[in-house]
């Protein structure tokens, strides 16, 4: 009864969506009988009309049914690649994209407080109506940590640096700051962010409630950086917390996940600013085996990528430049048209393969080609055929030569240095794993990624380049992947990725189900050997319920998920900072 009554409620909104757009565009059709008559002129008689109408309205209403008894899942509204609407939405209603394009929500709560006491004042209202005001950043994790139907509140106005200590080397800034904004402004202080992750447009609390990284076996996670939190909770107002004052709460809050409290303050512990060298070559695994521990001992920044279906690894290097020798003197042998030229070249034969498939490559001219960056080609490139394991293997290749071209070495403050472009809409799953000590490597890290590499070739995925793998020092979050009581220990960061280079909803399922296949695999042939565990802004929830039971027995094992539980019950006891994720992830004893 409930179903025939809203499919009959949606089908008037579908009318009064079709109504709407006529008005709107003369040129898409009113709905007219006519229009399904066999003779050219209008029915002879109102029982000839009554036929018509009915014909109509039965085959509105087999469509309706359809689309009802269709076995999407609950969320597939909030997919980007979707197929269908409802209603038109009402003015009120914000839409909120990821950064990957892989989640978006639609949600009529979307607050930004301006100061701290206008977001005391939404975190006390919310709680005790009861309403979600899920935080969320800048939107940068892949999974949609953040993101909720239910309301969110973003602190993006909230983004001033509140004081700088210059000779400890710490800042206190408002939690909505994005890391390129703190790093412009504490520059003038002579000091900067120990590490940076790949994007600069994170908001500071996003990227330690997830336990973001970047890389360099002698440094920790981002979250290890934070000395001290003033977190606004729903059930105990603002509290300020430390290692000094509450070491269990500080723990277990500074990659707290959002679940904890609403981040409004961070004090940082920052480092003197420094210019880097950054030194990127072309190797294979066979001298990556060889000289794989020293370059993590000898270097404060280092990372491969990997080329599926070849034996390229790009091996990136950074270092303080010495003020002895200065800058290096080695000029690069190829300019920036060199490297670029093989992709150029591999772009037009493929749009003359692909001619008439092509949807989302755009034109062949040349002036059109010339201004294209390398991540976009390969995105023109991939939306060609993104299935299509022999082509991928070429874009694959031309990569590992343009980045052959690209050898050399280049200077720059670490914040213009350690980003990397890391390309368009894209699916990724990045793991974490322990990989012995900085004084002795266990060379896991390299089986991990051989072990990969192998299974992507027996299985013929479709794998795009680049495979990236970097490495941390452990965190005392206990909540970080990276987590380790032993100073010595080093992780190993390691991810896949899936790009989502065209708009088209059929091919980005595709490419979205394939990737998962391609997830599953990784997961059942590595993670458990390994001791693997996914980064927090990027595991996805199994909509099956026997591998959401395991996932959250495997969670339990290696985090303190009844002390989370416990610390969100006392913060948080109505669930407002929640959303789904959180709730399947880490079930309260009374739901489980």
């Known amino acids: 009864m409930l179903r025939s009554f809203t499919s009959k409620r949606s089908l008037q909104s579908l009318l009064h969506h079709h109504h709407r757009r006529c008005r709107q565009n003369p040129q898409f059709p009113i709905f007219n009988p006519r229009l399904f008559s066999s003779s050219p002129g209008p029915p002879s008689s109102d029982a000839e009309l009554r036929k018509y109408i009915g014909y109509t309205l039965l085959v509105l209403g087999s469509a309706a049914a359809t689309y009802y008894s269709f076995p999407f899942s609950e969320n597939a509204r909030d997919k980007k690649a979707q197929l269908f609407r409802y209603a038109p939405l ?179 512990q920052c480092v003197e600013r420094q210019e880097l060298v950054e030194h990127t070559f072309l190797s294979n695994m066979k001298d990556i085996k060889k000289n794989h521990k020293k370059f993590l001992s000898e270097n404060k920044h280092v990372k491969y990528l990997y080329f599926p279906y070849t034996d390229a690894v790009v091996v990136v290097t950074c270092n303080p430049m010495s003020k002895r020798k200065g800058p290096p003197k080695n000029k690069p042998k190829y300019t920036t048209e060199e490297a670029l030229q093989h992709v150029r070249d591999l772009y037009l034969e493929s749009l003359t393969n692909y001619r008439g498939q092509v949807t989302d490559s755009g034109s062949p001219d040349e002036p059109e080609i010339v201004e294209l960056s390398f991540t976009e080609l390969r995105d023109k490139l991939l939306a060609m055929d993104p299935l299509n394991k022999e082509h991928v293997i070429k874009v694959n290749k031309a990569e590992a030569e343009y980045w052959r071209k690209s050898e050399g070495y280049r200077v720059g403050w670490s914040d213009e240095i350690l980003g990397f472009d890391c390309g368009g809409h894209q699916w990724v799953s990045e793991t974490c794993f322990p990989a012995g000590t900085l004084s002795k490597p266990s060379m896991k890290d390299l089986e991990y990624i051989e072990e990969l590499m192998q299974l992507i070739e027996k299985e013929s995925v479709p794998a795009p380049a680049p495979i990236e793998q970097r490495w941390t020092a452990s965190s005392k979050s206990r909540m970080s992947p990276a987590y380790s009581s032993a100073d010595d220990d080093i992780f190993s960061w390691v991810g896949i990725i899936m790009y989502l280079p065209t708009m088209d909803a059929r091919q980005r399922r595709q490419i979205t189900e394939e990737f998962f296949h391609y997830r599953h695999m990784t997961q059942a042939q590595l993670w458990d050997h390994y001791s693997a565990f996914e980064h927090w802004a990027k595991i996805e929830v199994p909509k099956d319920k026997e591998e959401l039971a395991a996932l959250q027995a495997r969670l339990k094992k290696k985090f303190p998920v009844d002390a989370y539980n416990q610390a969100r019950k006392e913060l948080d006891p109505n669930r407002i900072l929640s959303n789904n994720m959180l709730e399947k992830l880490f079930p309260s004893s009374e739901a489980v």
């Open 90 to 268: 009402p003015d009120d209603l914000h839409t909120v994209t990821n950064w990957s394009g892989t989640h978006e929500v639609r949600t009529r709560t979307f607050l930004q407080p301006e100061s701290i006491e206008e977001l005391e004042g939404i975190v006390k209202e919310a709680n005790v109506r009861k309403h979600k005001i899920r935080p969320v950043g800048s939107g940068l994790s892949p999974n949609g940590i953040g993101l909720t139907r239910a309301g969110m509140v973003n602190l993006a106005l909230m983004d001033k640096v509140l004081s700088v200590d210059k000779e400890k080397k710490r800042v206190t800034v408002q939690a909505g700051i994005r890391v390129q904004q703190l790093v412009d402004e504490i520059k003038e202080f002579g000091i900067t962010l120990q590490n940076f992750a790949s994007i600069r447009e994170q908001q500071i609390g996003g990227i330690v409630q997830v336990g973001a990284h970047g890389t360099g076996a002698r440094l920790p996670p981002i979250d290890e950086q934070v000395i001290s939190m003033k977190l606004v909770t729903p059930a105990k107002g603002t509290i300020e917390i430390s290692k000094e004052k509450d070491p269990e709460l500080f723990y277990l809050a500074r990659c707290g996940l959002g679940g904890l409290g609403v981040v409004a303050e961070v004090t940082l």
